[in-house]
């Protein structure tokens, strides 16, 4: 066990984070809180829950590029770890220190990849939805037929509970960190810097 | 004594022929679901500008969904035929035989809607467009608390 003075030693604050994925992270979120709410409470001609659907298939678009095309810590390729790589840090991620993880860690990585197939598989499913209602029919409903369209309804609406409860997982491990590890992980997707271990 | 039985028997059995066997009264509440849809489509589609607008038709359609109202629907809800006692063969939750309330008061807010649209039909596109959206609201509350969405 080293001492604190050279665990500091071997740490850096250090820009991770670039400004269009922070960007993304909290349009992403204020999107599908908007589009969540409005689905759920929102008025029966549901045209701003359709808007915000599309806003969030825009974000995935994004992402997707982004996840192949952007710097280090936003690429696929950096947070995909294997099965060993998860569950170990699953089994670590308990002790009461900071994670000072670079970038997703190997499980919040895993968090990632089904998040975004979650939203992805929601937003595709709402276009092709056909509720009956004659006012809210998804833009491609034509094109799924009558049994596609009721499928992607049921579909729609089971994801959507997915929906909710990853989101509160994710909230859920943001406070976890912050309370039992002690490490903010919400201002470092809002000022892009945080501090991590040195690379070897 | 064994008379009487026959005889109640005879008188019993006409009776019980009476009541339309369940999955007969799940493809009739369809099929009513399916005229009310097709009078919708369209309206819906000289909403959309599918089809040109035209007051006559749009008064045929509206008069057919009014015809539609005044249809007893007691018959093709009878108990015993929610998805719960026929899986597979409709979406309808046993909540509308639990909730008669609430059937009741979306039931009105759909008769509102459907007088409002005969009212308004011939007053062109844009009042015939409000109307829509009215009813077609009346059918989302029905099908957010009373229809499974899928079967």
Known sequence: MSSPSTETSRLETVRLWDPLLRIYHWLLAFCVIAAWGLGKFGPDVMTLHFYFGYAVLGLLAFRLVWGFIGPEHARFGNFAYGPFAILRYGVGMFRRRPSYWRGHNPLGGAFVFIILGVLLAQAVTGLFADPEDYINVGPLAEYAGSDGARQALAWHDLLGWWVLG????????????????????IRPMLTGVKTVRKEA | MRKILMASALIALPLTAFAAPAEDVAEARKGFYKLLGI?????????????????????????????????????????????????????????????????????????????????????????????????????????DDYRAKDF
């Open chain 1, 166 to 185: 990853l989101t509160a997982l994710h909230i859920a491990a943001i406070g976890f960190y912050r309370r039992w590890k002690n490490e903010d992980l």
């Open chain 2, 39 to 143: 009078e919708m489509d369209g309206l819906v589609s000289m909403v959309k500008g599918e089809t040109e607008y035209s007051a006559e038709k749009a008064q045929g359609h509206a008069a057919d969904i009014k015809t539609l109202t005044q249809y007893n629907m007691g018959d093709i809800y009878a108990p015993g035929t929610s998805n719960a006692d026929l899986p597979g063969k409709t979406r309808a939750l046993p909540a509308i035989w639990e909730d008669g309330a609430g059937v009741q008061e979306k039931g009105m807010a759909f008769v509102k809607a459907v007088e409002n649209l005969n009212a308004v039909a011939v007053d062109g596109k844009d009042e015939l467009a409000k109307a829509v959206q009215q009813l077609g609201g009346a059918c989302k509350a029905c099908h």
